[in-house]
């Protein structure tokens, strides 16, 4: 089975510019996160879906951040404009269910240098 | 206010030995899971084991095992002899239940290098 798919691997930018980070969960999953991976704040959740349902963006951390899922197949992180502090590592994962008891399991992760 | 606290930032072990990494918690939710991943230099995130907070036995898979102790908060992983590949960061995660609105919090994290 495949994993989660994350598209690009790495992306360099400079500032100002659009960034789009892309996610394929693992079929059958109902449930999608993204998260932040930084030295200075560790692992960070930014947002995650349920059907295709945001239900939590609370972590999402300024305007210029936005995420959608338009099908269960499907989910882009979009940042407009970027700033070199966005540099970090992006992770999707998906789970089967919103719930405690299920594990996620994670994509390879963007790795974003913003100049 | 820190939900979940590895006090570790990095621990020495030597091959075949055990290792435990610590891991304590804070939640009010009687419903929760803890989670344990591995992150090694290559920068995945590799799912190793889950705790449920109703479940009367400790977790194990293979050589992972957790070492749960509801009443303490904590949720200690422990590695039985240990193999050179062991050697990356270890993360514990909790994810709330409903009251929680299912959030998954992570620790910092524990840096684990396996000594030949």
């Known amino acids: 089975d495949a994993g989660v798919i994350q598209s690009p691997r790495h992306e360099v930018t400079e500032m100002g510019q659009e960034v789009t980070l892309r996610c394929k969960p693992i079929?059958?999953?109902?449930?999608l996160f993204w998260y932040r991976q930084t030295m200075m704040r560790g692992l960070e959740l930014l947002i995650y879906?349920?059907?295709?349902?945001?239900?939590?963006d609370s972590g999402m951390p300024e305007d210029r951040f936005s995420a959608k899922m338009p099908n269960a197949s499907f989910s882009t992180l979009k940042i407009q404009p970027s700033e070199p502090r966005d540099s970090a590592v992006y992770f999707c994962?998906?789970?089967?269910?919103?719930?405690?008891?299920?594990?996620?399991?994670f994509g390879p992760g963007t790795r974003l240098t913003v100049l | 206010a820190q939900k979940i606290t590895q006090t570790q930032p990095g621990m020495f072990v030597q091959e075949k030995e055990a290792v435990t990494l610590d891991c304590t918690y804070d939640?009010?939710?009687?419903?929760?899971?803890l989670f344990w991943y591995k992150q090694p230099s290559s920068g995945e995130m590799i799912f190793l084991i889950y705790?449920?907070?109703?479940?009367?036995q400790n977790a194990t898979e293979g050589r992972y095992s957790l070492n749960f102790q509801k009443a303490r908060k904590s949720a200690n992983l422990v590695i039985s002899a240990s193999q050179l590949g062991d050697s990356a960061m270890y993360f514990c995660?909790?994810?709330?239940?409903?009251?929680?609105?299912?959030?998954?919090?992570f620790g910092a994290g524990t840096r684990l290098f396996v000594k030949a």
């Open positions: 994962a998906s789970s089967r269910q919103a719930d405690s008891y299920n594990e996620q399991f």
């Open positions: 079929s059958g999953h109902n449930s």
């Open positions: 879906f349920n059907n295709n349902v945001p239900i939590d």
């Open positions: 939640t009010s939710d009687p419903s929760y899971g």
């Open positions: 705790q449920g907070s109703y479940d009367q």
């Open positions: 995660a909790m994810r709330e239940g409903q009251g929680g609105g299912f959030k998954t919090i």
